[in-house]
């Protein structure tokens, strides 16, 4: 990586992201999340940003850790969408066997 390469807003939501995962983690305060958080979006350059995750251990990719299928926030709304799919089908099945029955 070429420190002194111009950061882009891509590299910049990255960095953010990863400071963000190390404060749920426990590694970072709320108030060193925003501090750094902050200076994310005064960096210039790719050394900038990496000066601010220097002294954090990588984390492991987050589409890696849940199971390659990617965003755990988008895969847990599917399950949601599939279980209301399933309540919306049985409240339809018991209407239809009411009316049936009647």
Not at 41 to 67: C, I, K, S, V, Y
């Amino acid at each position: 990586m070429d420190v002194e390469l111009r950061a882009s807003d891509d590299d910049r939501h990255r960095v953010v992201a990863e400071l963000h995962r190390h404060t749920a983690a426990g590694r970072l305060t709320l108030d060193e999340f925003s501090e750094r958080a902050g200076a994310v979006w005064t960096a210039r350059t790719l050394g900038d940003l990496a000066a601010l995750t220097r002294d954090l251990p990588a984390l492991p990719d987050p589409a890696a850790t849940a199971g390659g299928g990617g965003d755990p926030v988008g895969q847990g709304r599917r399950e949601l969408l599939v279980l209301f799919a399933v309540a919306a089908l049985t409240l339809l099945l018991l209407g239809g066997f009411l009316a049936l029955t009647r």
